[in-house]
């Protein structure tokens, strides 16, 4: 069996990464080591992650650990799964140097045995643990291009083959070890509830710019996240980089798009993926789930911009108000 190998960055708040490989990015911004933005309560990563209600039925409870030679511990703590998307959230405590400002490990994910076909990308996230010394929680976003089957229980096989640390007092003393594994996760997850919960939107707006043609295809809402899909025919990457959705109440949420991909066997046409947007990474600019649920309509609003190159959408990023249209919001 081909199996292609992901890499999850899980970034202390020493240091600023951003990893790439094929079809994946990982990274997280610097903060500072007190940053309520980066330390999450212990227990329950997912719910705090994604701004839900404690005692969800989304999650799934795993709370599997393996332990290294060396004393350090990895916990599968959590699993929630939706439509093309499965988040984990994995503690490293244990036996880390002190000043440790970066672990990243190595790993491949198979879901009812198989990889899936079309690759994946994702983004990996880093938060301390408050009230306990050096555990790290890691929350993993992995996108699948293809269909999970996230309204029955699905069985995962996690593998993580080797741990990278990296550790040092500055910039200027980096110190690093590595300990090879493996270590199994082998577990079943349930989506159901998520997929009940869940409300597809087809759009099928199409509108030109100037290098190409954007097709606006369809929005997703779940419990955990808001994400549109779109494609683009043309050579370059389109200039759309944001999207506004305007609600019944006056407010705005905005989606970044976060990834851009090219199928070979149909280009130039490339698939984009636009995300609920967050203040800072790591937290959300607010659930708004409930807010898309109590408005009974939404209005699409394509903005110029380049993520990519801007660490957070610009103040006179122009609207493209020609191109806006309302759907209504079925219950």
């Known amino acids: 069996m081909n199996k292609t190998r992901f890499f999850t960055s899980i970034i202390l708040p020493l240091m600023a990464v951003m990893l790439m490989t094929t079809g994946t990015a990982f990274g997280v911004a610097a903060?500072?080591?007190?940053?309520?933005?980066?330390?999450?309560?212990?227990?329950?990563?997912?719910?705090?992650?994604?701004?839900?209600?404690?005692?969800?039925?989304?999650?799934?409870?795993?709370?599997?650990?393996?332990?290294?030679?060396?004393g350090i511990l990895l916990t599968l703590n959590q699993v929630l799964i939706e439509k093309g998307r499965v988040s984990l959230?994995?503690?490293?405590?244990?036996?880390?140097?002190?000043?440790?400002?970066?672990?990243?490990?190595?790993?491949?994910?198979?879901?009812?045995?198989?990889?899936?076909?079309?690759?994946?990308?994702?983004?990996?996230?880093?938060?301390?643990v408050t009230g306990e010394d050096l555990a790290i929680v890691n929350i993993s976003v992995i996108d699948q291009d293809w269909d999970i089957p996230f309204d029955q229980p699905v069985s995962f096989t996690l593998n993580i083959d080797e741990l990278n640390i990296y550790y040092g007092n500055s910039a200027e003393e980096i110190l690093s070890y590595s300990i090879e594994g493996p270590w199994v996760f082998e577990f079943e997850a349930d989506g159901s509830a998520m997929a009940a919960a869940t409300k597809i939107y087809q759009l099928d707006q199409s509108f030109p710019l100037d290098d190409g043609t954007f097709t606006l295809a369809e929005l997703l809402v779940t419990p955990a996240s808001q994400r549109l899909?779109?494609?683009?025919?043309?050579?370059?990457?389109?200039?759309?980089?944001?999207?506004?959705?305007?609600?019944?109440?006056?407010?705005?949420?905005?989606?970044?798009?976060?990834?851009?991909?090219?199928?070979i066997l149909i280009a130039p046409l490339k698939t984009m993926k636009f995300f609920t947007e967050r203040e800072q990474m790591g937290n959300f600019t607010g659930n708004v789930y409930s807010r898309l649920q109590n408005s009974k309509t939404v209005t699409f609003v394509p903005y110029i911009g380049n993520p990519a190159a801007e660490r957070e959408m610009p103040e006179n990023a122009p609207p493209l108000e020609e191109y806006a249209f309302t759907i209504a919001l079925e219950k």
């Not at 404690?54 to 030679?69: A, C, K, L, S």
């Not at 899936?116 to 938060?127: A, D, L, V, Y």
């Not at 899909?229 to 949420?253: I, K, Q, W």
């Open 229 to 263: 899909f779109a494609t683009f025919d043309g050579e370059n990457n389109p200039s759309v980089g944001y999207y506004a959705l305007r609600l019944d109440d006056g407010s705005t949420v905005m989606l970044t798009c976060r990834g851009i991909s090219t199928n």
């Open 31 to 70: 903060q500072e080591e007190d940053d309520p933005q980066r330390t999450l309560k212990p227990g329950d990563p997912l719910t705090q992650y994604y701004l839900l209600e404690t005692g969800n039925p989304y999650v799934n409870e795993i709370g599997i650990t393996r332990e290294t030679d060396e």
């Open 89 to 128: 959230a994995m503690t490293i405590s244990g036996d880390l140097p002190a000043n440790t400002f970066s672990v990243h490990t190595q790993d491949e994910v198979l879901i009812d045995g198989e990889y899936p076909k079309g690759g994946s990308s994702g983004i990996g996230e880093m938060f301390r």
